[in-house]
Antibody
Framework: EVQLVESGGGLVQPGGSLRLSCAAS????????MSWVRQAPGKGLEWISS????????YFADSVKGRFTISRDDSKNTLYLQMNSLRAADTAIYYC???????????WGQGTLVTVSS | DIQMTQSPSSLSASVGDSVTIACRAS??????LHWYQQKPGKAPNLLIYSASSFNGIPSRFSGSGSGTHFTLTIYSLQPEDFGTYYC?????????FGQGTKLEIK
């Protein structure tokens, strides 16, 4: 059974940093691109970042470019999202998701809540 | 960026009804269009990928379209079909989502 389990969320002050992790199991992690998608309270889904299989390519939404970095450790079957210079507008549930061929996201974690507030 | 616009934003229907949700892309995205269902407090769930391919879902769900116009049709609505439905394009980065369509079962 495919499982994606996010961790690392919490309360952080504006300007602070957090690193989210997503532990994958139930599938061979290395060959698949992975993504982060967030959802602000009561709002819709926003794709924010993806990383290719192997990690050579990374993509970011303009809203987080220059502040967030994405990485992966295939030896640990883990995806990361380093978030710096956090703003109130970054408050959201952050989901990691597995990217299938064609770009659909076929498996999602349960999400981790990030709250940016003083 | 490619803008995805869903309509309607919300709808209410009865068990047994058929409903259609539309998704329009601001430019052609071929068939790089996917549909998700999200229930309150839960992660989204992929229903249909590449506009019309099923992801292990009941056959009452159907997706169609290509280019800029796409539809998700749910035939014979069931009580468990409530939730919010999102379309998403993966033709080009950023991979944008529609704003969502909230489906309420009467």
């Amino acid at each position: 059974e495919v499982q994606l389990v996010e961790s690392g969320g919490g309360l952080v002050q504006p300007g602070g940093s957090l690193r989210l992790s997503c532990a994958a199991s139930g599938f061979t992690f290395g060959p698949y691109a992975m993504s982060w998608v967030r959802q602000a309270p009561g709002k819709g889904l926003e794709w924010i970042s993806s990383i290719s299989a192997g990690g050579a390519e990374a993509y970011f939404a303009d809203s987080v470019k220059g502040r967030f970095t994405i990485s992966r450790d295939d030896s640990k079957n883990t995806l990361y999202l380093q978030m710096n210079s956090l703003r109130a507008a970054d408050t959201a549930i952050y989901y990691c998701a597995k990217w299938m061929d064609g770009g659909a996201l076929d498996y999602w974690g349960q999400g981790t809540l990030v709250t940016v507030s003083s | 960026d490619i803008q995805m616009t869903q309509s309607p934003s919300s709808l209410s229907a009865s068990v047994g009804d058929s409903v259609t949700i539309a998704c329009r892309a601001s430019q052609s995205i071929s068939n790089y269009l996917h549909w998700y269902q999200q229930k309150p407090g839960k992660a989204p769930n992929l229903l249909i990928y590449s506009a019309s391919s099923f992801n292990g879902i009941p056959s009452r769900f159907s997706g169609s379209g290509s280019g800029t116009h796409f539809t998700l049709t749910i035939y014979s609505l069931q009580p468990e079909d409530f939730g919010t439905y999102y379309c998403q394009q993966s033709y080009s980065m950023p991979y944008t989502f529609g704003q969502g369509t909230k489906l309420e079962i009467k």
